[in-house]
């Protein structure tokens, strides 16, 4: 990327104008934002209250150091490092520092890594994998009885759910995996009640995130995530059954599966004398490695219908995150076994060559586009804004219907597509939304939440406003709580206003589910503190 520019992946674009939207929101003095302004050419969406937010706070917090054609390459470079960091500590409790050191090195660089990285650009995914290793160490540590390790599984856990939530979801069932697993391993059940309470607890701590995001799911077209094309059913490996361009990705991506898959086993087969060294960790990623596996098959389809949450994994082939946890572990452990020097230092070489070549044909293999970075800093630079998202469409809102769209086909050739202002009007014949001609219009504050102007008209109007009507929207006139209207097909917010001179307010609103989801963070990092405070002043037994 130092030499190429930005490799364009398939949600390359999806995550930048998410980072340029929130460091410009940073700007206007909104920390936590809820609501993407330049979404929908300029009408919005609240892309930031069901989209995780560690990613998106992250790459525009590099953004807003380094110039926007960096922050892609510097973001992936931070993640992997955490990634390498994170699996070097959960090696080094069982392997030697050679062997932890290679395991480190073997997961940041894994083929499906690469995959991310080079073809799908899922920055929010590759930041939870990163702490995948971290996860699974503290919950064997919790597993031992190390109730010190409670808080900590707790905080991991929360800061996944905070990264991606398809990956989230992953990670919630491998968790439930390994602790099902310490059960059978130690022969008792109270593994379940402190790898439980570390779960709840994270769920407590990500509850800001999640509450809102599982409640006003029924604000928006969330169905869209899981249409025919992005379905389980239609995207195992190997799959035939979907449009030819998935199909076409999908063997790319098998084909990793198929690799890792075969390292992995014949890895733990080598290894298999050593689990008894090896004890928990080895039996936990074989029973891991495995369950993930079996996800990817088509005979799981009946637990991907029916397990709370599993469809909106979207793609099968997401366990390979686990997978790749284990593979990274299983070899660098193999290779730990042989005594002969030359043959192990020889196998390492071989390895890292061969990804080095999958590296190598996934970067020839994918879209190298420098201009992306740039041409999202002009759009919303010049006002227009960016392309929207369908799963977080309000209800009954057509994205495709608002203006200012560049791939509008009814624009002339050769014309340049120009933002929808700020404030129109509606036409009261033909109900279309044209320029608000006749009214005198004085903007005092115009953010991404808060919108403050006044209206003057000889005779009453219908102002049309470049926001998609959505619940946390609140409208004022002249002090005074207003009901408002909406454009049948946009959902553009439509406010009546009496002649005369009007002054008109609209706020982005707390709704009640953030504010319940706020205090049950705060409750359950001030539960974690109190339990951490009173394990350190216990004297070591």
């Known amino acids: 990327m130092l030499f190429l520019g930005n490799v364009s992946g398939h949600d390359f674009l999806f995550h930048v104008e998410s ?9 206007e003095g909104i920390f936590f934002p809820r609501w993407a302004e330049w979404a929908n050419w300029g009408f919005g969406e609240p892309r930031f209250v069901f989209y995780p937010p560690f990613s998106w706070m992250a790459g525009a917090a590099i953004g807003s150091v380094l110039p926007w054609k960096m922050a892609p390459g510097a973001y992936i470079w931070l993640v992997l490092i955490v990634a390498g960091m994170s699996l070097w500590r959960f090696a080094r409790e069982w392997l030697r520092g050679p062997q932890a050191n290679l395991a480190a090195v073997l997961y940041a660089a894994n083929p499906y890594q690469l995959v991310i990285v080079y073809y799908r650009s899922a920055f929010g995914e590759l930041l939870a994998a990163a702490l995948l290793p971290l996860l699974i160490w503290a919950a064997l540590r919790t597993i031992r009885g190390e109730w010190r390790k409670v808080p900590i599984l707790a905080l991991v856990f929360a800061v996944v759910w905070l990264s991606n939530a398809p990956a989230a979801v992953i990670a919630t069932y491998s968790l439930a995996v390994v602790i099902v697993t310490g059960c059978i391993l130690r022969r008792s059940l109270w593994p379940l009640f402190s790898g439980g309470s570390a779960m709840v607890a994270g769920l407590g701590l990500a509850a800001f995130y999640i509450v809102p995001a599982t409640w006003e799911q029924k604000w928006v077209q969330i169905a869209q995530i899981v249409s025919q094309d992005l379905q389980p059913s239609a ?10 361009d998935f199909v076409a990705f999908n063997w790319k ?22 689990r ?5 960790a080895w039996w936990t990623l074989s029973v891991l490695a495995a369950v993930s596996i079996a996800m990817m098959l088509p005979p799981s389809l009946w637990l991907w219908r029916h397990l709370p949450k599993l469809w909106f994994i979207q793609f099968p082939w997401r366990w390979l995150d686990v997978v790749g946890l284990s593979f990274a572990f299983m070899v660098a452990a193999a290779i730990g076994t042989l005594r002969n020097r030359a043959v192990s230092w020889t196998l390492e070489v071989t390895l890292l060559i061969a990804i080095g070549v999958a590296g190598t ?35 009954a809102c057509d994205r495709y219907q608002f203006p200012g769209n560049p791939d509008d086909d009814e624009r002339p050739e050769g014309v340049s597509p120009n933002p929808a202002p700020r404030i129109a009007k509606l036409d009261p014949d033909s109900g279309d939304v044209i320029p608000a001609s006749g009214v005198r219009l004085h903007t005092q504050l115009w953010t991404s ?3 403050v102007f006044v209206a003057e008209s000889s005779e009453p109007v219908t102002l049309a406003l470049r926001i998609v009507n959505y619940p946390a929207w609140a409208v004022e006139v002249n002090g005074r709580d ?5 454009h049948s097909e946009t959902q553009q917010i439509l406010v009546p206003l009496p002649a005369g001179d009007n002054r008109i307010e609209l706020r982005f609103r707390r709704t009640r589910d953030r504010t319940l989801g706020a205090i049950t963070s705060v409750f359950a990092a001030a539960a974690l503190s109190v339990f951490g405070l009173a394990l350190r002043k216990q004297k070591p037994s």
């Open 19 to 27: 980072w340029m939207d929130v460091a410009g929101q940073w700007r």
């Open 253 to 274: 991506v098998s084909w990793v599966a198929a690799g890792l898959i075969a390292a992995t086993a014949i890895a733990a087969l080598v290894t298999l004398r050593k």
């Open 276 to 280: 008894r060294e090896l004890a928990s």
């Open 361 to 395: 044909f996934m970067a020839r293999d994918s879209i190298w586009d420098s201009s992306d970075v740039q041409s999202i800093a002009d759009a919303i630079g010049s006002g227009r804004g960016y392309e929207g998202t369908d799963e977080y469409a309000p209800l």
């Open 449 to 451: 939440e808060r919108k």
């Open 482 to 486: 207003a009901e408002f209207e909406t």
């Open 235 to 244: 995207n195992f490996l190997f799959t035939r059954a979907n449009e030819p």
